[in-house]
């Protein structure tokens, strides 16, 4: 078991947000005060916006921060997995750096994430898109997705791109050097690989700010994550690992 007062990491992947992700930042830190050995670390993915810049300036008011860089744009896994590797505390911590998710929910997140005694905790926003404030279409894609997601790759959570969870660190090293995606799919890799390893993988509802309501999905997003969640199907099904 992870004990509650070990150190948590929160990895912050980052693209075009200098508006807003020093705000992120500070939040994260105010809502992580009270708990020992924190630290946030941010991956400006390529960003052709002020993100690094802002990052850059978020980490020189606040000691906890600390910035790593893309010269182009990777992808959100590429951007974990550097954040990742420049990390050091034992629970490990995902969560986009858009705001879309208040980061005042992070500390009764990992405490859920500590008492269930798992593996990973992954948040589930089904229940906070029932308002109404969320455009239908946006809610049916959702479901029909996650029942996708649920049939091809019989996870134990139907929500996977909800971009908060908590793992053990030893979870994800012992699966990260099999990880082959880089971008939309790679939460699915990563959760799939933990299954076949054995990992304990539950869900836990999060709130979302609303902002989150009026992020829209293009075709190109709808073509990419039918893209990639079908090639990360494939990889896995031939995979051992």
């Given at each position: ?32 005060i009270d708990h020992p050995n924190v630290e946030i670390v941010i991956c400006d993915d390529g960003s ?157 509802p999060v709130e979302l700010a609303p902002r989150a309501a009026a992020t829209g999905l293009s075709i ?22």
């Amino acid at each position: 078991m992870v004990p509650p007062a070990s150190g948590v990491s929160v990895l912050m992947p980052a693209f075009n947000v200098g508006e807003i992700i020093a705000e992120n930042a500070a939040r994260v830190a105010k809502a992580m005060i009270d708990h020992p050995n924190v630290e946030i670390v941010i991956c400006d993915d390529g960003s052709t916006d002020r993100t690094g810049r802002a990052a850059a300036d978020a980490a020189a008011d606040l000691d906890v921060v600390h910035v790593v860089h893309h010269e182009r744009n990777l992808g959100k896994g590429a951007a974990l997995r550097t954040a990742f590797d420049a990390s050091t505390q034992p629970i490990v911590v995902f969560l986009d750096g858009d705001l879309d998710l208040p980061p005042e929910q992070l500390p009764t997140f990992i405490a859920t994430f500590v008492d269930r005694n798992v593996d990973a905790l992954v948040g589930e926003k089904s229940v906070a898109m029932s308002d109404s404030s969320f455009p239908t279409i946006r809610r049916v894609l959702s479901k029909i997705y996650s029942g996708v997601v649920a049939v091809l790759f019989r996870l134990p959570v139907r929500e996977t791109q909800t971009g908060l969870k908590v793992f053990r660190r030893e979870a994800i090293e012992r699966v990260l050097p099999a990880l082959t995606i880089n971008r939309f799919t790679f939460d699915i890799e990563l959760l799939g690989r933990l299954v076949r390893q054995g990992a304990s993988i539950e869900g836990a509802p999060v709130e979302l700010a609303p902002r989150a309501a009026a992020t829209g999905l293009s075709i190109g997003t709808l073509f990419e994550m039918a893209r990639d969640t079908l090639l990360t199907w494939w990889r896995l099904r031939r995979s051992r690992q």
